[in-house]
Structures are given as C-alpha cells and as structure tokens.
C-alpha cells in the first residue's frame, strides 16, 4: 500500500472540470500515486493493481522470503526470540505472532506491498552444528487484508487512502457511461508457511 511521500493532485481547471466524477478522479489519483511511489514491475505494484481489478482473490507470498529480505523484520524476530531463549522460557511447541510495523520493513517493495504484517511462529527445537552453534528451528506464517484506511488522519497519504477506500463503491456521473467500471476489492494476503533458522552461539547468545 503506497505510504509514502504527500501526494498534490491537479483535477485541472478546465471549463469543465466540475463535471469529472469522483471515480474519474480517484483513479488519477491512483495512477499517479503508481507513478510516483511503486516501483514498476515489483510486488506492491502487482498487489496495487490487484486490488483496483477487483478480483479479490488471495494474494501469496513465502513467509521466510518476507523475513529474509527484510533486514528490519529479520533484527526484530531474532532480538524477540532470545529474549525467550535467554530467559530458559523457550519450549518444543511454544507459540507466539509478531506484529511487525512499517518501520520493521525495511526493502521498500515489501512496504509498499504489504504494509504492517504479523508472523506467527511455532518453536520445533534446536540442533547442534558442527562448530558447536545452535540452530534453533521455527514454521513460520502469517496472513493479513490488503485495504487502506480513509480515516486514519495521521496518514500524510490520507486523500489518497480516502480516494483508494471510495473506488471499492464508485461514484460516477453520465459522462462515464462508455467505461467500465469494476469496483476495487479488499483481498487476504497469505505467508506460505515454511521453516526459519535463527543461529546462535551456544555460550553466550
């Protein structure tokens, strides 16, 4: 979801500008927000235009690639399973869901694809390597909506989440009777789920 940069949009000043609908202008700014903040080809653009196609199916992803080519999310997974394995309180089976913030997805494709996204994990034990490190094992997988939050007024982008919000029900007048118009869909993001290795010296993590 784009959350960068403020966006300033020109509707134009034409004689007729006050006949363009408010569907004609949502998407303009939609596409300009595609111009100016997704990089082309990449997952955010991809899961961007999924959500104006209004198919509103599923969308899936490698939940170890979401942490692997995140170095924030990778650091905070590590510093919050020690704290765990430091305190004895780590166990066969043990459970838990990281809330991973914005903040924490540092590649800017991801950010822009996937927003804030909770991990669940599920601790299946250690091994002993050969140079005596331990690995410890975890299944790790997460789900969670792609949408966009037109009320939240923290949001410097938030004309552009109100816009993106209004073309799940398009406001359209006359003039667009020769276009179609699908109304853009919510739709679930899934992690795949798959096994993650965090390796630590046996001493002192």
Do not use: C
């Amino acid at each position: 979801m784009v959350k960068g940069a403020r966006t300033v949009v020109d509707y134009g000043s034409g004689p007729f500008s006050f006949m363009k609908s408010d569907w004609r202008k949502d998407r303009e700014m939609a596409e300009l927000a595609r111009l100016v903040a997704l990089p082309s080809g990449g997952r955010a653009e991809e899961y961007f235009d999924h959500y104006l196609s209004g198919a509103g199916t599923p969308k899936t992803f490698s939940a170890v690639q979401f942490i692997e080519q995140n170095d924030g999310v990778s650091r905070r997974f590590s510093r919050e399973i020690l704290q765990f394995f430091n305190a004895n309180n780590l166990r066969n089976g043990q459970t838990g869901v990281i809330g991973f913030g914005q903040q924490d997805v540092t590649t800017y494709d991801w950010k822009m694809a996937t927003g804030s996204f909770p991990i669940k994990w599920t601790y299946l034990g250690a091994r002993t390597l050969s140079d005596g490190d331990l690995e410890l094992v975890f299944s790790v997988e997460g789900s969670n909506e792609y949408k966009w939050y037109p009320d939240d007024a923290k949001r410097e982008t938030q004309l552009l989440h109100q816009a993106m919000d209004r073309l799940r029900q398009p406001r359209t007048n006359a003039l667009d009777f020769l276009q179609y118009k699908t109304p853009a869909r919510n739709f679930w993001m899934y992690a795949t789920r798959g096994e993650y290795t965090l390796r630590i010296n046996a001493g002192k993590p």
